[in-house]
């Protein structure tokens, strides 16, 4: 795929101390395979599904151990001016901006409201090779409990335009690029437990969502939300036996009326 647009978006990867359990996991929910683990680079380890990257499993770095969790990275045309952009906003950075290779430059900050995130400079790895197909990565929602602050905040470092989304039961924001939806915003209220801290919920495109619940279940999984139908598809949440959060959803499976938009 080419590169993806200034915030979109454009790959996902997680640390676990237990680097074939994970692949046990996700290979058997998400029918990944794996490639060779990169020793020069921490035995970083792309996933892949028919034959294309759609994401990667990396051990944690000494110092980093602790629950698992998948970091979304957001594309830039240049890491270090995103990162200033990030700065100027109240925006931490947790990794100053770092070429891998020829792979491309990567930048590690949290919002204002503790959401951690990832940015990537394209270089040879421009990122996910599949989007919103079977096994691959197809939306990712920002999850906090300062919502406010994250609606300032990624719309002044990326060039989004927020709107709306209206429903009874949640505070919800989709911040689009053009007309392109590319992340979702959710206030998590008392529902969600203290000890989940605020994150980006990144949802991978199952056939069967209840089948993929199911087998997550089995092998050491536990069902946050769901299975729930809704106009964009059948979808649950989840947290693998590592501790990371993570949605399944079925796209083709559809009910309902989609929700009204307006502007922010």
């Avoid at 795929?1 to 996991?25: H, I, N, S, T, Y």
């Avoid at 891998?100 to 990832?118: K, Q, S």
């Avoid at 969502?209 to 979808?235: E, N, Q, W, Y």
Wanted: glycine share 10%; aromatic share 12%.
């Amino acid at each position: 795929m080419a590169v993806q647009p200034e915030g979109m978006p454009c790959w996902a990867d997680a640390m676990f101390g237990d680097l074939d359990g994970a692949k046990r996991f996700y290979g058997e929910v998400l029918g990944w395979t794996f490639g060779e683990s990169a020793t020069e680079f921490g035995n970083y380890t792309e996933a892949s599904h028919d034959g294309k990257a759609v994401a990667a499993i990396v051990p944690p770095m000494p110092g980093a151990e602790g629950q698992s969790a998948w970091c979304l990275y957001l594309a830039s045309p240049d890491a270090a001016a995103t990162a200033q952009k990030i700065r100027d906003n109240g925006g931490e950075i947790l990794m100053e901006p770092m070429r891998v290779a020829d792979f491309g430059t990567m930048v590690l900050a949290r919002d204002p409201g503790g959401v951690v995130f990832g940015v990537w400079q394209a270089g040879t790895h421009e990122g996910f090779q599949s989007m919103g197909a079977t096994g691959a990565y197809c939306w990712a929602e920002v999850y906090t409990r300062e919502p406010q602050k994250s609606d300032d905040f990624f719309p002044a470092v990326f060039p989004y335009r927020t709107q709306t989304m209206h429903h009874p039961d949640m505070d919800f924001r989709v911040y689009n690029l053009g007309d392109q939806p590319a992340l979702g915003r959710l206030e998590m209220d008392e529902s969600f437990p203290a000890e989940i801290p605020p994150h980006i919920n990144v949802y991978f495109a199952v056939p069967d969502c209840d089948a993929a619940v199911a087998k997550a279940t089995d092998l050491g999984g536990v069902l946050r939300f769901g299975p729930m139908s809704s106009p964009f598809g059948r979808f649950a949440v989840l947290t693998d036996p590592a501790g990371a959060v993570f949605s399944v959803i079925d796209l083709t499976t559809t009910e309902g009326d989609m929700p009204t938009m307006t502007d922010a």
